[in-house]
Nanobody, 116 residues
């Protein structure tokens, strides 16, 4: 029922910053956890960061201190501020939302490429 749309990906150089956005739409809903995952070619999809409806956050060790997840509940939007980007951060980033009474919802993914 709901739709997640990511934006903000692109090609950047190592050390640069990028901010991803994901907006949830499609009707009446309530999200509990929202999160960002990423998947590089030949690798599994891994959790990058997650945030609860109350703002509690959790980060992968590889991005702690560099990435910040946040959400604007009024806008039904979750963000991922990515600083000090590294080539290892190159991946397709997927927005995720756990929607009450609906379950898992995924965005289409946005490519982030970090050149060395």
């Amino acid at each position: 029922q709901v739709q997640l749309v990511e934006s903000g990906g692109g090609l950047v150089q190592a050390g640069d910053s990028l901010k991803l956005s994901c907006t949830v739409s499609g009707g009446t809903f309530s999200t509990t956890v929202m999160a960002w995952f990423r998947q590089a070619p030949g690798k599994q999809r891994d959790l990058v960061a997650e945030i609860s409806s109350r703002g509690r956050t959790n980060y992968a060790d590889s991005v702690k201190g560099r990435f910040t997840i946040s959400r604007d509940n009024a806008k039904n939007t979750v963000y991922l501020q990515m600083n000090s980007l590294k080539p290892d951060d190159t991946a397709v980033y997927y927005c995720y939302a756990l929607v009450r009474d609906q379950g898992d919802s995924w965005g289409q993914g946005t490519q982030v490429t970090v050149s060395s």
